[in-house]
């Protein structure tokens, strides 16, 4: 098809098998961009039989029901672009049971927030090599609150997209009722799962329970075991509906409980560490542990292959595989082979540990071996994290076969946050697994294994710095590109790490032009580090008033962590003030505090600690003056190393964000309402 990606129109369809050879499953990609950086949506898929409803609600698939039990369907969640982000979805189309005749993908907004408010609103069809197949841009979303973007639906034998792009006015609720889900969406709920806060009288007030019990934890944090399928806890109770309303997250508190006699006892460790010795050991080791892991878990190796077209089916791993090549044969790090009825899906897997990088050579061998024999994918799992338009490592792929062979990059650190998410937010279904998935954390997190994640900001990172101490550093220069680059890698992990942590979508905002070339922006941002000096990075967080902000400036040795939030649309400014220094009666008393006004002279700023007895400090002298919100900053000094000791600058980055999220953004409110984006505050480029 070379790369071909049909243009769809509203209404329009198209037979898959006429795009492409490759179709047993399918990656669907939701996108959409808002001024901001702040709009976000959700998207669901809903199962139809051909009464055109669906068989039951288990049919329906959100943010709070994301995986079908057979693979059919699986809610990938949000990819980083060079835009913004994309909201993808796994489909298994030959696990899709034969009673579906439709299957409806659509996203909804929360609130009263409307889709007319995003940009470039639109959906994507990849095939299982991860090419794009066909997109359809929804144009006139308008005011809905709920858009069904496409659907995928069975002529005969073979599958077809249509492209709907309808609206509904009643959100997800709306939309899901339409084709026979019962929800559970009334406000009394969502105000209770929402912890919200209607008013200020409310700050003395115990928050309200939430309606979603907290699951039991076991052991080391880890989840007690779901109720199996057909059992009632309660007969007389009838069964829990759909609920739209966002599930509020509890981390669970490990509890530590031990008969050793003193602090140098060890626990025994399914995965130990003590025998590593060299790289080798390491990556062999590091393969070892986690294919074995993904061959028993199926919850948690559906999430690391889904994405990359694997089916849902029987997973058999293996190590140190000997294949024929030239003269030599060749040894990949693993191999994953998936059967579903009766046919297999096959991945290579490439592994280095310990910061090394990957070799052009190795990698286009395995390259070409996977084409020879048909195989699926070739994966790369390293503690390097890829960048869109910037490959890992450079391949030639011989267009004149007929078979593809796609390569994808997996990075510890996304490994690790699966586990995360899986055995501290969402459970798994049997107690051994979530034990397995314990052992895989404690063996990948500890300092022997080499499996860290992003670890060092490159040789170019020392120059680059000595350069803006002393003026020295030009634009253009190609090692300030490298710096930036690797910043971004950064960002990216931190993401993954305080996602993980929080059970929440943690994306970086990218405020570039939809369209823009990813170097290109790079080059940019390589060019302004080269003028004043600073990283700068923006993080969206999922239940957070706005945008966590990121500086690191490499003159001053200082990085800054600030979120703004608005002014409340009600009220008096001394109310807001007090209310807000009261909100953060735990916060540090280092905290910055600027109150932010519509004016050019700015307003009133102090730190927390003097601002507790007076919070009318930051009311403006002036009273004809606007407040428009609350400015709430850290600083620390950042690590001098490149990324390897201890007082890294890496670690002084994690460490920065963790510490700005926990001690202050967990204390704000979060509005349940979202204004429109103003398009005098809009930022691009």
Known sequence: MGG?????????????????DNVGSVIVGLSWASPTGEGDADVSVLLLGANGKVRSDSDFYFYNHPVAADGSVQLLGKTPTADGSEDRISFDLTAVPSEIDRIVVAASRYGEARFGELEDVRITLADAAGENLCRFAVDDAGSVTAVIFGELYRRGEEWKFRAVGQGYETGLAGLATDFGVDIEDDAAAEAALDGAEDDEQADSASPAPTEEPVRQVTGEGIPAPRQPEGEVAEPKKPAARPRTAKKKVTLPKAVKKTLAENDSWRQARLFPVSV????????????????SVMAQVPEFSRRLTAGFGAPAGRMETFTEVSLPHGDSPRRPDGVIRVERAGKLWTALVETKTNGNALKADQ????????????YEAVITLTNDVALEGSPLVDVKIDKRRKHKVALWHLSWAEVVHQAHMLIRHEGVSDAAHAWLLQELLHYLQHENSGCHGFQNMGPAWVPVRNGIDDETLCQGDARALEVVENWERLIRQVCLRLGGELGQKVLPVQRAKRGADPKERRNRLADQLCLDGRLQAELRIDGTPGVLAISADLRTGKLRTSIETAAPEQGYPLSWA????RRLAEAPADLHVETLVDSETGGPRGTLERLRPEPADLLPKDNGTKITGFRLSLLKSMGSGRGNAETGFIRSVDDAVHRFYTTVVVHLDVPTTRRAPSKEHATTG
């Open 4 to 20: 071909f990606v049909q243009e769809m129109i509203k209404g329009s369809n198209v037979a898959l098998a006429d795009l492409s």
């Open 276 to 291: 590593l010795k060299n790289d080798r050991d390491r990556e062999m080791r590091a393969t070892s542990v986690l294919l």
């Open 363 to 374: 990698v286009q061998a395995y390259m070409d071996i996977a084409a020879r024999r048909g």
């Open 578 to 581: 007090k209310r807000l220094v």
